[in-house]
C-alpha cells in the first residue's frame, strides 16, 4: 500500500542507477533510455561535468535567497540568452512556474488579458498554466479556468487569423506540440503566427519547456524558422535532472516585471544554476547541435526504414531528437515490450509512442534503439 498520493500510474520497474544513455533497475536489468527523464536528462545519467559543477558548488554554499547579487545566475543567463535576439532571464523552479510566469508578464506589460493558445497544447499543471493547455482532460474536475484563454485548432492560419485581434495580449505555442503527440507546428503556420502577432501588437509566447536546450537541433526550437518570440520558457534539459526553470524575454517586456511584482524562493538557487551553467556550456556548442540534428536525421530515417512494411504505423515525425510514432492502435502493450527488450520509451497520448533519448547519445545506440523498437512493432503487428 503506498504512501503517496494516486496522481500518476507508474510503471512496476524502478530505476537504481543511471550513466550516460544507459540506466540499471533495482533488479540489476540494463535499459537503453530513450526517455531522459520525459526530455530532462538532455546530456544523460550522471554527466561528468554537470556533476562536477554541483559538486563543487555543493562544498560552497546551497542557498542565498534572491536579497542578494548572483554572478552565477548572471553568468547562467548570459549563456541562456547568448545564441538570442533576448536579452533578460528571470529564474524559477518548473515548467509550469515558468509558463505561469510569462502568463504575468504579458498580461501586466500589455494591461490586457486575451491569450490564444491551441488544442492539444501542453503548458503545466499550475493553474495558469492549466487555463492555458489545450487539453480538456488536464482541466476535467477543476472548476471554472481562469478566464479569456482561447485554445483554437493547432497549424490552423485561418483560426488563427479570426481570432488575433489587437485584444489580444499574447500567443503561446509550443513549436512542436510534444504531450499532445509530437506534432510540428508547420513553417507556413509558424510564419503567419508571427506576421499576425507583429500586426496586432500581440506578444508571442514560446513555451521551449520540452523543445528548448537543444533537444531539436538548435539551441531553442524557434529557431528553426527565424521567429522572434517576446518570451520564451524553458527548464527540463536546463539542469539536466536538476530542478531549474526560465523566463527569456525582450529587454522591453522585462522591464514590466519590476521590483516586487514577481518572484520565487528558490528560483536560481546556486545548485540549479551550477548544473544549469554547465549544461549549457555543452550543449549551446554548435558542433553538439549540428550533431544532435545529424543524429535525428538518422533516428527518423531509420525508424521509417524499419516500420515501413507496418500499416498500423501512421506516422513517423519530429524535429531533432524529438520523435513521435502515430500507430492505429493503443502504445501501452508496445511501451511494455520494449521494456521487457530492454528500452525505455515515453507516451504521448495513448496512440503515439515518443522518443526523448539523451542528446548525446551515440549513433550506434541510436540504431540500437531503432532495431529494438522494430523487433516490438513487428511482435505486436501479429498481435493486433
Ligand atoms: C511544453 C511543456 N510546457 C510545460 C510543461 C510543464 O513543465 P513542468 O512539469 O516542469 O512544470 C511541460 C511538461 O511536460 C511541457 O512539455
Not at 527540463?236 to 522591464?255: C, D, Q, R, Y
Request: proline content about 5%; hydrophobic content about 40%; some cysteine.
Amino acid at each position: 500500500m503506498s504512501t503517496l498520493f494516486p496522481n500518476y500510474s507508474r510503471w512496476s520497474l524502478q530505476i537504481d542507477s543511471g550513466s550516460g544513455s544507459k540506466v540499471v533497475d533495482d533488479a540489476g536489468k540494463s535499459y537503453l533510455d530513450f526517455t531522459s527523464g520525459i526530455g530532462v536528462c538532455n546530456l544523460g545519467h550522471v554527466h561528468p561535468a554537470v556533476t562536477a559543477a554541483v559538486e563543487k558548488q555543493l562544498n560552497k554554499v546551497w542557498h542565498t535567497s534572491n536579497l542578494f547579487q548572483s554572478a552565477l545566475q548572471e553568468e547562467t543567463a548570459s549563456l541562456l540568452v547568448g545564441p538570442t535576439h533576448l536579452k533578460k532571464v528571470f529564474f524559477c523552479n518548473s515548467g509550469a512556474e515558468a509558463n505561469e510566469a510569462a502568463i504575468k508578464l504579458a498580461r501586466k506589460f500589455t494591461g490586457k488579458s486575451k491569450i490564444i493558445t491551441f488544442e492539444q497544447s501542453f503548458h503545466g499543471r499550475t493553474y495558469g498554466a492549466m487555463a492555458a493547455t489545450g487539453q480538456e482532460k488536464i482541466k476535467k474536475g477543476f472548476g471554472p479556468m481562469l478566464e479569456d484563454f482561447h485554445s483554437i485548432p493547432f497549424n490552423d492560419s485561418n483560426a488563427l487569423a479570426k481570432h488575433a485581434d489587437p485584444q489580444t495580449a499574447a500567443v503561446m505555442l509550443e513549436v512542436v506540440q510534444g504531450e499532445g503527440g509530437v506534432i510540428p507546428g508547420s513553417e507556413a503556420f509558424l510564419q503567419k503566427v508571427q506576421q499576425l502577432c507583429k500586426k496586432n501588437s500581440i506578444l508571442l509566447i514560446i513555451d521551449e519547456v520540452q523543445t528548448g536546450i537543444g533537444r531539436t537541433g538548435k539551441p531553442f526550437a524557434f529557431q528553426h524558422y527565424g521567429l522572434e518570440p517576446d518570451i520564451v520558457t524553458a527548464a527540463k534539459g536546463l539542469g539536466n535532472g536538476f530542478p531549474v526553470g526560465a523566463v527569456i524575454g525582450t529587454e522591453e517586456v522585462s522591464e514590466a516585471f519590476g521590483p516586487g511584482s514577481h518572484g520565487t524562493t528558490f528560483g536560481g538557487n546556486p545548485l540549479a544554476m551550477a548544473a544549469a551553467k554547465a549544461v549549457l556550456k555543452e550543449v549551446f556548442s554548435p558542433s553538439f547541435l549540428d550533431e544532435v540534428i545529424e543524429k535525428g536525421q538518422l533516428l527518423r530515417e531509420e525508424l521509417k526504414k524499419e516500420l515501413h512494411p507496418y500499416e498500423d504505423i501512421l506516422e513517423i515525425r519530429g524535429l531533432g531528437l524529438m520523435a513521435g510514432i502515430e500507430c492505429r492502435y493503443k502504445i501501452a502493450p508496445l511501451i511494455q515490450e520494449l521494456q521487457n527488450d530492454g528500452l525505455l520509451a515515453l507516451p504521448a497520448g495513448e496512440y503515439v509512442l515518443r522518443l526523448l533519448p539523451p542528446l548525446n547519445m551515440s549513433k550506434e545506440e541510436v540504431a540500437e534503439g531503432v532495431k529494438k523498437i522494430s523487433r516490438a512493432v513487428k511482435k505486436q503487428s501479429i498481435l493486433v
